[in-house]
């Protein structure tokens, strides 16, 4: 049996917990592949919350509380790093882990800027090192049933592809989104909805549908400002806003498909998005709400419900490779994968390039807005094509 895989959790604000919840899924159901060694955080009250809340469900040694993440290496006390901190700092963390002969996974958006993501999963490959990305949109039943029906050649081959809504989880018209002011300064957070929202639909557009091999995109600033208000509506908090609100395209797709993409937390009245959510329509039907509960439906008007058809005739062993255990928390198994690649030396569903490469696209989506032209992928990936990311770059040495 493989030696428990320690892990440090570098960044405990908010997601981390929902890291935590995945942790303690895996336990409650038997995988006793790991444990959580350390927790890393400038503000060292919120690292001992996250050391206490394991040792609540791992007991054990009680995992050291670290404010420093460069002492945390160095004392040797974890195999693979947790990273959960704001995207400004996702490079920095992962590659000073993997430099010193530690895996690291790293939580959405990959990095701060393209460049930065392909330096970190370029030194994961120098070092020999599992670099992951902790994208759990992929990991969901509908997703992966879609995959499946994809595969299965339902819908026939692929022509086109609609994605997109806008106002997302209430923070319009002008909602410090997630309560996080951070979000709303480039220099901290790279983009506004096209990155921070796009990584996960990006993750999921190509996984279902195949590499985007150009995009023709605007991105708009629709507030210069976000604001948090108290109970009374009175507000309380104001803050300057300098990355995009909302972001559209139109993207071409390696495989000669196209597709028409939108995102974005801002917008007036009320949230709106494509009335069948995440679809894509094939030469023989097409598949809607891909992401969702995903429905086929055929030229002859058959419906399929494809959850439903996954659980009657998928093997078994497909089952359990997606599913381990029958677990469905997309948090639970995006971390198991990264583990099990860990202990088994192979590269993970949601290897390092994937977190990059939805980066791209997103990124994509800002130059070209940025030189008001169309932009090939393979040009923001070798940074060729390079205007809005710029000054990011130049901020952090890249």
């Not at 195999?79 to 400004?88: G, L």
């Not at 958006?109 to 330096?119: E, S």
């Not at 801002?266 to 329509?281: L, N, P, S, V, Y």
Request: aromatic residues 8%.
């Amino acid at each position: 049996m493989a030696e428990k895989v320690r892990i440090a959790i570098a960044g405990c604000g908010g997601i981390s917990h929902a890291h935590l919840r995945g942790y303690k899924i895996l336990q409650e159901n038997g995988i006793d592949t790991f444990r959580i060694t350390a927790a890393c955080d400038v503000e060292e009250s919120r690292a001992q919350r996250v050391a206490d809340v394991a040792y609540e469900f791992q007991g054990g040694d009680k995992p050291k509380v670290y404010t420093d993440f460069e002492e945390l290496v160095n004392d040797k006390v974890a195999d693979a790093a947790d990273i959960c901190s704001s995207v400004s700092s996702h490079h920095t963390l992962a590659l000073a882990a993997l430099e010193n002969g530690m895996h690291a996974t790293i939580e959405k958006p990959f990095t701060i800027t393209a460049k930065a993501g392909l330096k970190v999963v370029q030194t994961a490959e120098k070092r020999g090192k599992v670099i992951a990305i902790s994208e759990n949109a992929r990991f969901g039943r509908g997703v992966r049933s879609s995959r499946w029906a994809l595969d299965q050649d339902y819908i026939g081959e692929q022509e086109m592809m609609v994605f997109g809504e806008t106002g997302a989880q209430g923070w319009y018209p002008d909602k410090i989104v997630a309560g996080t002011p951070w979000r709303h300064d480039k220099m901290i957070a790279g983009a506004g909805a096209v990155l921070d929202l796009g990584s996960h639909s990006f993750d999921v557009i190509r996984y279902l549908c195949g590499e985007v091999e150009e995009v023709y995109g605007a991105t708009k600033v629709l507030l210069p400002f976000r604001t948090r208000k108290n109970e009374a509506g009175e507000i309380v908090q104001k803050v300057p806003s300098n990355v995009d609100d909302v972001a559209f395209a139109i993207l071409k797709f390696k495989s000669g498909a196209i597709g028409m993409f939108g995102t974005g937390w801002g917008g007036h009245g009320e949230a709106t998005g494509f009335r069948d959510g995440f679809t894509i329509q094939g030469s023989k039907g097409s598949l809607k709400n891909a992401s969702g509960n995903p429905e086929i439906v055929l030229d002859d008007g058959t419906r399929i419900n494809i959850q439903e058809r996954f659980n009657q005739n998928a093997s078994v062993e497909l089952k359990e490779k997606l599913f381990p255990k029958g677990m469905s928390d997309t948090f639970a198994l995006e971390l198991n994968e990264f583990i099990r690649a860990i202990q088994a030396g192979d590269k993970p569903d949601n290897h390092g390039w994937e977190g990059l490469n939805d980066i791209v696209v997103s990124y994509a989506i800002t130059e070209s807005s940025w030189f008001n032209q169309p932009v090939k992928i393979e040009d923001i990936l070798s940074g060729k094509v390079e205007g809005y990311q710029k000054e990011l770059n130049e901020r952090y040495g890249l």
